[in-house]
């Protein structure tokens, strides 16, 4: 014979639900023994371990990610893929712990109902968590939906250094985890900044390491009585004389702009992601040093009050 039964309140009908399954499996409560009851919550408990190891193994399978330990193992002697570690890491950040979450909740409350624990009294209770939830529930979707797109996009992910850009200003700094409703990035000065996924779905981001190559632009102005095939020549010595420069793509020294206040002149170079901050402070000091050491003066701004002078 089937049973509906009507119950006021979604908490209710869920407590009285999962009550009945321990209850099904418990044999009805009364004529169940105890230590029989801590058997097959134990049992349950083992059973819902192994369900999540199949469904982590089932969920990097459907998102063609492999953890980092396979990795290693299988490439001691190769070249670790580092954008599979990094889809994993990411993933692995974002869904499988939601997934894993819901998963023991339900095995927590199956495991408290075959020990006989009445429930009932807590229905009230999950009603009005439910009732918190729905009011707040727009904002936690839409924090849940964009992380969603954040992982199908693939805009930024572990271990990549990016720069945010919104309505409430920029960060940029390398990404430690991509969770359920927010991304950490670890700033360049030692800070954790945590960014709600809303907010990254509508940024401007841009993922300054992504490639394994960044171009390098050193720019100085000078006065136009410089000489600028002098200054040219200059530059490409600097840039041609560093190993650390990549010559394939071309070492450019050229006029980047012309002001009121002078000529400004480019040093433009490609490096590694590895070797691109110390080459741009060594290129800072080597610019300085050979224009000094062959008289040429970087312009400034110069304020000139004789006219104001004249007129007072």
Not at 153 to 174: F, H
Request: net charge neutral.
């Amino acid at each position: 014979m089937i049973h509906i039964i009507y119950t006021s309140t979604f908490g209710e009908w869920f407590i009285d639900f999962m009550k009945r399954i321990g209850d099904f499996f418990a044999g009805g409560g009364a004529t169940f023994e105890v230590f029989e009851r801590i058997i097959l919550a134990i049992l349950f408990i083992l059973i819902g371990w192994g369900l999540s190891l199949l469904y982590k193994f089932a969920l990097r399978k459907a998102l063609k990610i492999q953890p980092k330990i396979y990795l290693y193992k299988k490439n001691k002697n190769k070249k670790v893929n580092k954008d599979l570690i990094k889809t994993e890491a990411t993933a692995k950040g974002f869904i499988i712990p939601l997934v894993n979450a819901i998963h023991w909740i339900f095995i927590a409350i199956l495991v408290v109902s075959v020990l006989g624990v009445d429930l009932s009294s807590t229905a009230g209770v999950l009603s009005a968590i439910t009732v918190a939830l729905g009011l707040a529930l727009q904002d936690v979707i839409g924090c849940f939906a964009s992380g969603l797109i954040v992982i199908a996009n693939k805009p930024l992910q572990v271990d990549e250094y990016v720069l945010i850009k919104n309505d409430y200003g920029q960060c940029e700094g390398t990404v430690v985890k991509v969770g359920i409703m927010m991304t950490e990035l670890y700033t360049f000065d030692g800070q954790s900044v945590y960014l709600p996924n809303s907010n990254i779905q509508k940024s401007i981001i841009t993922n300054i390491n992504r490639k394994p190559d960044r171009r390098l632009d050193i720019t100085v102005q000078l006065s136009y009585d410089e000489d600028i095939e002098k200054v040219k020549t200059i530059l490409l010595n600097i840039g041609n004389n560093d190993e650390r420069v990549i010559k394939d793509k071309g070492v450019n020294a050229l006029v980047s702009g012309l002001t009121e206040s002078g000529i400004k002149m480019t040093l433009r170079v490609w490096a590694t992601n590895d070797d691109y901050w110390s080459l741009m402070y060594d290129f800072n000091e080597k610019v300085i040093l050979e224009f000094k050491n062959n008289n040429i003066h970087i312009q400034h701004n110069v304020i000139d009050l004789k006219d104001r002078e004249e007129h007072e």
